[in-house]
């Protein structure tokens, strides 16, 4: 028999608790699978692979609803009672934070600790795809990503000397010299948010504090020279001829 005084609440918790975390994960999958958020978690290329597990977990927790009838849980005290409504009201409240609020985008926090260009490229795909963009002539249209892969080619100074470059990214300070120098920055995701690299191409005004704040949205318009900093991380840097702040796009990380 169980006692009365905190039992119920007890036998409650050990009873489902552990079907109804399982079943607040798989809701909350399907959910950003429908929402179409599940970008700022993983890479496309698991979509599929994410949405179909979670359809098989949501079958499985049915299937657990229904065999737990005949469950027996042992006697505890009011400390076991006690933390076993904390750790209820914690997964509800998990569950409704994870479904009722917005998820949110990495920043340039997370750009510092990880440090800017130091790992969101170098493989031998992305030097291949730079090299093919050196005979293309609309540079405009060319990303964050696809620029970085062309400095990482080259650091000449007169290769770029007719090349008006237009990037979009957050603003983040360069570390070397934060106070001349920003990236319009983009993360880049291998597999998930938490391997996520970022990359950026740096951008030279002296005082953009004054008119720009970290994690804003920009779109730079300008051409490559020579950086003016002798402290900037980077040798070339684009000198802008236009800023103008945009908002955060729907898909904000690059794969």
Same mark, same amino acid.
């Given at each position: 028999?169980?006692?009365?005084?905190?039992?119920?609440l007890r036998y409650?918790?050990?009873?489902?608790? %552990? @079907?109804? !975390?399982? &079943? $607040?994960?798989? *809701? =909350?999958?399907?959910? +950003?699978?429908?929402?179409?958020?599940?970008?700022?978690?993983?890479?496309?290329?698991?979509?599929?692979?994410?949405?179909?597990?979670?359809?098989?977990?949501?079958?499985?927790?049915?299937?657990?609803?229904?065999?737990?009838?005949?469950?027996?849980?042992?006697?505890?005290?009011?400390?076991?009672?006690?933390?076993?409504?904390? %750790? @209820?009201? !914690?997964? &509800? $409240?998990?569950? *409704? =934070?994870?479904?009722? +609020?917005?998820?949110?985008?990495?920043?340039?926090?997370?750009?510092?600790?990880?440090?800017?260009?130091?790992?969101?490229?170098?493989?031998?795909?992305?030097?291949?795809?730079?090299?093919?963009?050196?005979?293309?002539?609309?540079?405009?249209?060319?990303?964050?990503?696809?620029?970085?892969?062309?400095?990482?080619?080259?650091?000449?100074?007169?290769?770029?000397?007719d090349k008006t470059?237009?990037?979009?990214?957050?603003?983040?300070?360069?570390?070397?010299?934060?106070?001349?120098?920003?990236?319009?920055?983009?993360?880049?995701?291998?597999?998930?948010a938490v391997d996520?690299?970022?990359?950026?191409?740096?951008?030279?005004?002296?005082?953009?504090?004054?008119?720009?704040?970290?994690?804003?949205?920009?779109?730079?318009?300008?051409?490559?020279?020579?950086?003016?900093?002798?402290?900037?991380?980077?040798?070339?840097?684009?000198?802008?001829?236009?800023?103008?702040?945009?908002?955060?796009?729907?898909?904000?990380?690059?794969?």
């Amino acid at each position: 028999m169980l006692r009365r005084n905190g039992s119920a609440l007890r036998y409650w918790a050990e009873r489902w608790q %552990g @079907v109804l !975390l399982s &079943l $607040v994960v798989v *809701v =909350a999958t399907l959910w +950003l699978g429908l929402s179409g958020q599940l970008g700022l978690y993983i890479h496309p290329r698991y979509f599929v692979f994410t949405i179909a597990m979670a359809v098989v977990g949501l079958v499985l927790v049915s299937a657990g609803f229904a065999r737990r009838r005949h469950f027996a849980v042992e006697r505890t005290g009011w400390v076991e009672t006690t933390l076993t409504g904390v %750790g @209820v009201v !914690l997964l &509800l $409240v998990m569950g *409704v =934070a994870i479904v009722v +609020l917005p998820p949110t985008t990495l920043t340039s926090a997370t750009a510092t600790q990880r440090e800017v260009n130091s790992g969101g490229l170098g493989t031998d795909e992305d030097a291949e795809q730079a090299a093919a963009l050196i005979g293309t002539g609309d540079f405009e249209k060319l990303s964050v990503r696809e620029w970085v892969s062309l400095l990482a080619q080259s650091s000449d100074p007169a290769f770029y000397s007719d090349k008006t470059a237009q990037v979009t990214g957050f603003v983040t300070p360069d570390a070397g010299d934060p106070e001349n120098v920003f990236y319009v920055a983009r993360f880049v995701v291998t597999c998930c948010a938490v391997d996520a690299q970022p990359i950026g191409v740096p951008v030279y005004l002296p005082g953009w504090q004054a008119e720009y704040e970290v994690d804003d949205w920009v779109q730079v318009t300008g051409r490559f020279e020579v950086s003016a900093s002798a402290a900037a991380s980077d040798p070339l840097a684009i000198t802008p001829v236009e800023i103008l702040p945009v908002d955060q796009p729907n898909d904000p990380y690059v794969y």
